[in-house]
C-alpha cells in the first residue's frame, strides 16, 4: 500500500477513481509499476500509441493504460488535430520520491528538486550532486500520503541575500510551517538547516490536503497555497471560511528581515477575513503557477470525488476570488450553503474520464517546443496524462498532448523557461519536441 503514498495527492478521491477504472489497481496495490527502475525509456515519444506500446512490466496494474474501450472510441472518432507534439527526455533519476524542481534565478543554471521525506537535491551540469542542498528530515514529517517536504521557492534577490524559503508539514503533529532559510558560508549548493526562522505555522486537522505550491508574484509577495485541511468534503468548511487559512492562497511580504508582513492591499486588509488571504474557496491546491510572461496566476484545485479543475486568475486582480470549494467541486454542486461570487474553472476534467489528482503545472515560455509557446501544461498523478490548455476562437480548448505513464507530482520551469515534469517514481524529466 507504500505505494499509494504520493505527495499532495488525494488518496480517497484516487482510490475513488482506481476502483472505476480498474479493479485490478486494487489487487495490485499500486498506481503504477514504478518505471524508473530500467523500464522507463530515456525518451518518451509523443504520441500516445508509442508509449503505449512499450513493453509495461505489469499492464494489468497500471491505471495509466486505457481503459479498454477508450482506444477503440478514438478509432471510431476523426483523428484529434493536434497542434504540438511533445515528449519527455529524462534529466535525472535516483531521486527519493521527488515532488517539485523549481531554479534559483540566479543566473547559475541549477535546477533543485524537492525530495518529500525533506531533501532538496541539486542538479549542476546535468549531474546530481551527492551532497543535498537542504536536509530537514530531522524536522520534517513526512508520515502519511501528502506529508512532507511541499515547496521551494528562492528570494528574488537570491544571488545577493542568499534567502530562500521552504514550506513543510513538521514534526511531530504535521502542522504546516513556512520558514525563511539562508546559505551556508554562502554557497548555492549548501543551504543551511540551522538557519531556519520559522515565519508561519497553520496547525492542521487532518494529515491529507497540507497544500504545497509556494512561489513569488511578479509583484515580489510570497505566495502560499493551502489546502483545506483534509478528511474529506472539508467536514469544517474550512475553505469557504475567511476566519482560517486552510483552503487558501496566502500573499506575504518577506521582504524585510523579521517575520511576514501584510502587503496593504490584500483583499481582506481593512475587512472581516484575514488579512494573509489572497483567494479562498480551494480544496487542495497542490500546484499553482504564473506564466512569466503575463503574470496570469494558474491554480489547479484538485477535486473531490469526480472533478479536477483548473482556474485562471488574471494579471492585475485585486484578489479575494472565491474558487467555490466546498459548495461546488469544479463546475458540479458538491456541498450545502453559499459560495458567494463563486469563480468557476476554465478547464475541468472528471474521474470518469479518467485520472484521479491534478497537478498544475505552467504556461510554455521555453525555446524547446515553439508550437507549444503560451500554452497552459498540466497533468493527472494517476493517469500520466499531459493536456495543454489554450484560448482558441474564444473558448478554451485543452488537448491531451502525452500519455507519459508516470506518476506526476510536479512540473517545474528553469530560468530559461523549459518546462519540466516530476515523476514520484523518482526522476524528473525535460518536455522537448517529438519528431
Ligand atoms: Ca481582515
Ligand atoms: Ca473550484
Same mark, same amino acid.
Given at each position: 500500500?507504500?505505494?499509494?503514498?504520493?505527495?499532495?495527492?488525494?488518496?480517497?478521491?484516487?482510490?475513488?477513481?482506481?476502483?472505476?477504472?480498474?479493479?485490478?489497481?486494487?489487487?495490485?496495490?499500486?498506481?503504477?509499476?514504478?518505471?524508473?527502475?530500467?523500464?522507463?525509456?530515456?525518451?518518451?515519444?509523443?504520441?500516445?500509441? +508509442?508509449?503505449?506500446?512499450?513493453?509495461?512490466?505489469?499492464?494489468?496494474?497500471?491505471?495509466?493504460?486505457?481503459?479498454?474501450?477508450?482506444?477503440?472510441?478514438?478509432?471510431?472518432?476523426?483523428?484529434?488535430?493536434?497542434?504540438?507534439?511533445?515528449?519527455?527526455?529524462?534529466?535525472?533519476?535516483?531521486?527519493?520520491?521527488?515532488?517539485?524542481?523549481?531554479?534559483?534565478?540566479?543566473?547559475?543554471?541549477?535546477?533543485?528538486?524537492?525530495?518529500?521525506?525533506?531533501?532538496?537535491?541539486?542538479?549542476?551540469?546535468?549531474?546530481?550532486?551527492?551532497?543535498?542542498?537542504?536536509?530537514?528530515?530531522?524536522?520534517?514529517?513526512?508520515?502519511?500520503?501528502?506529508?512532507?517536504?511541499?515547496?521551494?521557492?528562492?528570494?528574488?534577490?537570491?544571488?545577493?541575500?542568499?534567502?530562500?524559503?521552504?514550506?513543510?508539514?513538521?514534526?511531530?503533529?504535521?502542522?504546516?510551517?513556512?520558514?525563511?532559510?539562508?546559505?551556508?558560508?554562502?554557497?548555492?549548493?549548501?543551504?543551511?538547516?540551522?538557519?531556519?526562522?520559522?515565519?508561519?505555522?497553520?496547525?492542521?486537522?487532518?494529515?491529507?490536503?497540507?497544500?504545497?505550491?509556494?512561489?513569488?508574484?511578479?509583484?515580489?509577495?510570497?505566495?502560499?497555497?493551502?489546502?483545506?485541511?483534509?478528511?474529506?468534503?472539508?467536514?469544517?468548511?474550512?475553505?469557504?471560511?475567511?476566519?482560517?487559512?486552510?483552503?487558501?492562497?496566502?500573499?506575504?511580504?518577506?521582504?524585510?528581515?523579521?517575520?511576514?508582513?501584510?502587503?496593504?492591499?490584500?483583499?481582506?486588509?481593512?475587512?472581516?477575513?484575514?488579512?494573509?488571504?489572497?483567494?479562498?474557496?480551494?480544496?487542495?491546491?497542490?500546484?499553482?503557477?504564473?506564466?512569466?510572461?503575463?503574470?496570469?496566476?494558474?491554480?489547479?484545485?484538485?477535486?473531490?470525488?469526480?472533478?479536477?479543475?483548473?482556474?485562471?486568475?488574471?494579471?492585475?486582480?485585486?484578489?479575494?476570488?472565491?474558487?467555490?470549494?466546498?459548495?461546488? +467541486?469544479?463546475?458540479?454542486?458538491?456541498?450545502?450553503?453559499?459560495?458567494?461570487?463563486?469563480?468557476?474553472?476554465?478547464?475541468?476534467?472528471?474521474?470518469?474520464?479518467?485520472?484521479?489528482?491534478?497537478?498544475?503545472?505552467?504556461?510554455?515560455?521555453?525555446?524547446?517546443?515553439?508550437?507549444?509557446?503560451?500554452?497552459?501544461?498540466?497533468?493527472?498523478?494517476?493517469?500520466?496524462?499531459?493536456?495543454?490548455?489554450?484560448?482558441?476562437?474564444? +473558448?478554451?480548448?485543452? +488537448?491531451?498532448?502525452?500519455?507519459?505513464?508516470?506518476?506526476?507530482?510536479?512540473?517545474?520551469?528553469?530560468?530559461?523557461?523549459?518546462?519540466?515534469?516530476?515523476?514520484?517514481?523518482?526522476?524528473?524529466?525535460?518536455?522537448?519536441?517529438?519528431?
Amino acid at each position: 500500500m507504500e505505494q499509494w503514498q504520493t505527495g499532495g495527492f488525494d488518496l480517497s478521491a484516487y482510490l475513488r477513481g482506481a476502483v472505476t477504472v480498474l479493479l485490478l489497481v486494487l489487487l495490485g496495490c499500486s498506481p503504477a509499476p514504478p518505471p524508473g527502475q530500467g523500464t522507463a525509456p530515456d525518451q518518451v515519444g509523443g504520441q500516445a500509441q +508509442e508509449h503505449v506500446q512499450n513493453p509495461a512490466q505489469e499492464p494489468a496494474q497500471e491505471p495509466a493504460q486505457e481503459p479498454a474501450q477508450e482506444p477503440a472510441q478514438e478509432q471510431g472518432q476523426p483523428a484529434p488535430r493536434k497542434p504540438v507534439r511533445i515528449g519527455l527526455q529524462k534529466v535525472v533519476d535516483g531521486l527519493e520520491r521527488p515532488l517539485y524542481v523549481t531554479h534559483a534565478g540566479d543566473g547559475s543554471g541549477r535546477l533543485y528538486i524537492l525530495e518529500q521525506p525533506g531533501r532538496v537535491r541539486v542538479l549542476e551540469g546535468g549531474a546530481l550532486l551527492e551532497t543535498p542542498f537542504l536536509d530537514l528530515t530531522d524536522r520534517v514529517l513526512s508520515r502519511g500520503n501528502e506529508q512532507g517536504l511541499l515547496g521551494l521557492a528562492f528570494a528574488p534577490d537570491f544571488r545577493e541575500s542568499g534567502v530562500f524559503y521552504v514550506h513543510y508539514t513538521g514534526r511531530p503533529d504535521g502542522r504546516t510551517v513556512l520558514s525563511r532559510f539562508r546559505l551556508l558560508d554562502g554557497d548555492p549548493r549548501r543551504g543551511d538547516p540551522s538557519s531556519e526562522e520559522v515565519l508561519l505555522t497553520v496547525d492542521q486537522p487532518y494529515a491529507n490536503h497540507n497544500g504545497g505550491a509556494l512561489l513569488f508574484g511578479p509583484d515580489g509577495y510570497l505566495y502560499l497555497a493551502l489546502g483545506d485541511g483534509g478528511s474529506a468534503g472539508d467536514p469544517g468548511n474550512r475553505a469557504q471560511s475567511l476566519d482560517s487559512l486552510l483552503g487558501k492562497i496566502l500573499r506575504l511580504d518577506v521582504s524585510q528581515p523579521g517575520p511576514y508582513r501584510i502587503p496593504p492591499d490584500n483583499p481582506f486588509v481593512g475587512r472581516q477575513g484575514r488579512d494573509e488571504i489572497w483567494a479562498y474557496g480551494l480544496r487542495n491546491p497542490w500546484r499553482i503557477s504564473f506564466d512569466r510572461a503575463t503574470g496570469d496566476l494558474w491554480i489547479a484545485d484538485v477535486g473531490q470525488d469526480a472533478v479536477e479543475e483548473v482556474n485562471l486568475q488574471p494579471a492585475g486582480s485585486p484578489g479575494g476570488e472565491n474558487y467555490g470549494w466546498r459548495v461546488w +467541486e469544479g463546475s458540479r454542486r458538491y456541498g450545502q450553503g453559499e459560495a458567494p461570487g463563486a469563480v468557476f474553472p476554465v478547464a475541468e476534467y472528471t474521474h470518469a474520464e479518467g485520472g484521479c489528482s491534478i497537478t498544475g503545472g505552467y504556461v510554455y515560455r521555453g525555446q524547446a517546443v515553439t508550437g507549444l509557446v503560451g500554452t497552459y501544461l498540466y497533468g493527472d498523478y494517476c493517469t500520466g496524462y499531459i493536456w495543454g490548455l489554450r484560448r482558441q476562437d474564444g +473558448e478554451w480548448r485543452a +488537448e491531451r498532448l502525452l500519455d507519459s505513464g508516470l506518476n506526476i507530482t510536479s512540473f517545474g520551469e528553469d530560468e530559461a523557461g523549459e518546462v519540466y515534469v516530476v515523476d514520484r517514481n523518482g526522476a524528473v524529466y525535460r518536455i522537448v519536441a517529438a519528431d
